[in-house]
């Protein structure tokens, strides 16, 4: 008989990235996982939504065989193109994760540490920052019940956010949000993939629930990554709108289209309402824009630089050809950084000398204070990577 081959072993971890038109977000992204996965059994699958900003031949270029590709031709959605990448891997541990972020170097270490420890855990969601440091709410939730929606919708959201629990410390939570979730393999296996029906939005809820329903438990982990919040989508558009809340919609209908008319109806007006009042804001943001009361461009914003000196004398020639307003620091100054401080700067780190994990804590801890945003910039490519644009 011949000898049977070998099978190859299980990785420990895939982490699935879905993209569209954020190729230096993304490209952040995955050498952000690659510096946090040293010593780990892992893979990385990006999932290109048909992007139109050459994404697929950059990260050929950039990244080679570091990752696998799977160039859609259509854009599939987040559900469908996270269920591909899925399907085609085998590995103990799952990560969705956004590519409008970056996580520190500890995150994934702390997560699948807390998660073999703790086999009755399905999914774990993490601390996110943004882009100004604070704490996202979004990072632990509660079930949006018909009761605790309606409290949501009314403004009464301590329940929905789960007030109660501590930042600082694991907690049992119900809802997990899709910039970051670490999943097991063997949950996805039980409950199923991600519903399909979700476009975009309200599927890290469903799947949550069901992964409550199926006999496991979601967690929150006190790992830190900063999620710069939707650049891959638009969330100016009517799109947008009309995605969001017909998500909360195929939710509810879901889980709790059985209830009473007097139970459901007040829900559906309420979210009705609620996208109302979304367009609303959005098309008096366009007038105002339309109007030039909000100008503020990225040479009005007041950039303070800091990491080596070949990173800093880059970043001066950039900042005389774009007509920044800019002042620059040696790694170590940050006290004489600290002092140029203002309301709406960008401080943009040099990611070659700092590692991401301490970006991360530098911005949180001067949240407290002033409000400054995260902003890098890498040598190899030569781009400062702000919340709102790319400069280059």
């Given amino acids: 008989m011949p000898p049977k081959k070998k099978q190859k072993p ?13 190729r230096y977000y993304l490209e952040q992204c995955i050498v ?3 510096r946090a996965a040293k010593g780990i059994d892992y893979e990385i699958f990006v999932v290109d939504n048909d992007s139109a900003d050459d994404t697929v031949g950059y990260l050929k270029t950039r990244f080679g065989d570091d990752i696998t590709l799977v160039e859609s031709q259509h854009n599939l959605g987040f559900a469908r193109a996270n269920n591909i990448a899925i399907r085609q891997t085998e590995s103990e541990y799952v990560l969705l994760l956004n590519p409008d972020t970056f996580i520190a170097e500890d995150c994934l270490t702390q997560v699948l540490d807390f998660m073999d420890c703790h086999p009755r855990v399905g999914g774990v969601g993490v601390k996110m920052h943004n882009a100004d440091g604070t704490v996202a709410r979004e990072s632990r939730r509660g079930l949006p019940t018909p009761w605790v929606s309606l409290q949501k919708m009314l403004g009464f959201s301590r329940r929905y956010y789960l007030s109660h629990l501590s930042w600082d410390e694991p907690g049992l939570i119900e809802v997990m949000s899709g910039a970051f979730c670490m999943l097991r393999r063997e949950t996805l296996s039980k409950v199923g993939l991600l519903d399909k029906d979700f476009f975009m939005y309200g599927e890290d809820i469903d799947l949550s629930y069901r992964i409550l329903k199926g006999g496991y438990e979601n967690w929150y982990v006190p790992a830190t990554i900063v999620h710069y919040k939707g650049e891959s989508t638009q969330k100016t558009s009517y799109r947008y709108v009309h995605v969001f809340y017909q998500a909360m919609l195929i939710f509810f209908r879901k889980h709790y289209g059985h209830l009473s008319i007097f139970v459901t109806f007040p829900i559906k007006l309420a979210i009705y309402f609620r996208a109302f009042l979304a367009l609303i804001q959005m098309l008096y943001g366009r007038m105002r824009k339309s ?3 909000d100008h503020l461009t990225s040479a009005e914003v007041n950039y303070l630089f800091i990491g080596s000196s070949k990173m800093l004398d880059e970043c001066k020639k950039l900042s005389r050809r774009k007509g920044l307003t800019a002042s620059f620091f040696k790694a170590g100054q940050q006290a004489a950084l600290d002092e140029q401080l203002q309301a709406g700067a960008c401080i943009v780190y040099d990611v070659d000398t700092f ?5 991360i804590e530098l911005t949180a801890a001067r949240s407290a204070t002033v409000k400054v945003f995260i902003g890098t910039y890498s040598r190899s490519t030569k781009t400062i990577i702000t919340p709102t644009e790319i400069i280059r």
């Fill in 10 to 22: 299980m990785k420990k971890l895939t982490v699935v990235i879905v993209s569209y038109n954020v």
């Fill in 291 to 293: 109007l030039g009361l």
């Fill in 355 to 359: 590692p991401f994990k301490q970006i």
């Fill in 32 to 34: 952000s996982v690659q």
